[in-house]
T-cell receptor
Framework: SQQGEEDPQALSIQEGENATMNCSYK?????LQWYRQNSGRGLVHLILIRSNEREKHSGRLRVTLDTSKKSSSLLITASRAADTASYFCATDPLSGSARQLTFGSGTQLTVLP | DAGVIQSPRHEVTEMGQEVTLRCKPI?????LFWYRQTMMRGLELLIYFNNNVPIDDSGMPEDRFSAKMPNASFSTLKIQPSEPRDSAVYFC?????????FGNGTRLTVT
């Protein structure tokens, strides 16, 4: 089963608005990562947050992590049409084989111009 | 750096045929992953290699699937014989630790 599950499945907003996507997971993690996938392309890494971090920023991205609730959120501020893509969270488990990232089912974000 | 390179970008084949997907990871990366993406099942890890050695192939769906990594700069994923339910986008990714770097995938259609 998918470790990370994003919600909502789809999100449509106007350019300039903020977009928030959430991710829930089930087991203990080393870190949680967010990736973006444009149509017809591979996934691109956006940001990584370690289990001992609560918040991280990168440009217009803000990621939070709540290990007690096993959840994370990705906030994109001042969205642009170019942000239209699918966004996936991926968890790096604490135990088991290293580097076995498990991806969620993704949130499809549409930013309308 | 050219990134992870996959070939072909698209493959259309008939049921029963052998399909070989190819991947060139980023130079210096020591881990290589094969993923499959479908609408129904999302992104699934098929197999991953560390230093050219297969570490976990538990995600390989059936014996029809096999993967090799003869050297640090090349890997193949083979399906023999192919079936319509194998239709999907297959991604190769490489890394040195985190994060993963993905290729643009091979879209496989089996008719």
């Amino acid at each position: 089963s998918q470790q990370g599950e994003e919600d909502p499945q789809a999100l449509s907003i106007q350019e300039g608005e903020n977009a928030t996507m959430n991710c829930s997971y089930k087991t203990s993690i080393n870190n949680l990562q967010w990736y973006r996938q444009n149509s017809g392309r591979g996934l691109v890494h956006l940001i990584l947050i370690r289990s001992n971090e609560r918040e991280k920023h990168s440009g217009r991205l803000r990621v939070t992590l709540d290990t007690s609730k096993k959840s994370s959120s990705l906030l994109i501020t001042a969205s642009r049409a170019a942000d239209t893509a699918s966004y996936f969270c991926a968890t790096d488990p604490l135990s088991g084989s290293a580097r076995q990232l498990t991806f969620g089912s993704g949130t499809q974000l549409t930013v309308l111009p | 750096d050219a990134g992870v390179i996959q070939s072909p970008r698209h493959e259309v084949t008939e049921m029963g045929q052998e399909v070989t997907l190819r991947c060139k990871p980023i130079s210096g990366h020591n881990s290589l992953f094969w993923y499959r993406q479908t609408m129904m099942r999302g992104l699934e890890l098929l197999i991953y290699f560390n230093n050219n050695v297969p570490i976990d192939d538990s995600g390989m769906p059936e014996d029809r699937f096999s993967a090799k990594m003869p050297n640090a700069s090349f890997s193949t994923l083979k399906i023999q014989p192919s079936e319509p339910r194998d239709s999907a986008v297959y991604f190769c990714a490489s890394s040195y630790g985190s994060p993963l770097h993905f290729g643009n995938g091979t879209r496989l259609t089996v008719t």
